[in-house]
């Protein structure tokens, strides 16, 4: 089983729709998440941290299930320019900093 | 924000030539940089863990004779890819973290990458 499991999609979508992205991670030691997003041929970006409360950016939500061990992405009013791979990432510290990455989903938004 | 460069961003080269990859943190101290592989459609892979002072720790299956990481101050780390062959050609990409940013050191900056093509 991959420490972090993403739906590879890809999500094709109209401008204007509200679409969701799911993760599971496996390792109960994870101590912090984020979703970062890679452009075609670019190095990833952080788009935002994930916390158990929830947190909201503009159109993005994100939302971290401890118990579950699951972190989702919510994204509305999608635009051509949210076009791009999502990544799910999860920082780990058993006996020293580590990053796992998600494969990443893939959203197309069209016109 | 903290910015990290990469150098060069492309490299084009004959098999069984090294090439060497530069990774700079340009406003802040990074005693951490990360390597990275990413293959076609496939997701980052951590090469190996770059810490200034002393051995980079390498992730199972990546050889150390072959990915050389030197990372001689705070600011800089580099990769080198000794003896290439076609099947190293991908983007490697280096990360770094701020430690002294409190929560924004749990976060990764990453370079802009460097795609290697071995002919």
């Known amino acids: 089983r991959k420490e972090v499991e993403q739906d590879p999609g890809p999500f094709n979508v109209p401008e204007g729709a509200t679409v969701a992205f799911n993760c599971t991670y496996s390792n109960s030691a994870s101590q912090s998440f984020f979703w970062y997003r890679q452009d075609c041929r670019k190095e990833p970006k952080l788009l935002m941290s994930v916390y158990s409360s929830g947190n909201e950016d503009g159109r993005f939500t994100a939302q971290l299930n401890r118990a579950s061990q699951y972190i989702s992405l919510l994204i509305r009013d999608s635009k051509l320019s949210d076009s791009a791979t999502y990544l799910c990432?999860?920082?780990?510290?058993?006996?020293?900093?580590?990053?796992?990455f998600g494969a990443g989903t893939r959203l197309f938004v069209k016109a | 924000g903290a910015v990290v460069s990469q150098h060069p961003s492309w490299v084009i080269c004959k098999s069984g030539t090294s090439v060497k990859i530069e990774c700079r943190s340009l406003d802040f101290q990074a005693t951490t940089m990360f390597w990275y592989r990413q293959f076609p459609k496939q997701s980052l892979m951590l090469m190996a863990t770059s810490n200034e002072g002393s051995k980079a720790t390498y992730e199972q299956g990546v050889e150390k004779d072959k990915f050389l990481i030197n990372h001689a101050s705070l600011t800089l780390s580099t990769l080198t890819v000794t003896s290439a062959h076609p099947e190293d050609s991908s983007f490697y990409i280096c990360?770094?973290?701020?430690?002294?940013?409190?929560?924004?050191?749990?976060?990764?900056?990453f370079g802009p990458g460097t795609r290697l093509l071995v002919l």
């Open positions: 990432v999860v920082n780990l510290n058993t006996g020293g900093f580590k990053t796992i």
């Open positions: 990360s770094a973290r701020d430690l002294l940013a409190g929560l924004r050191g749990e976060t990764q900056y």
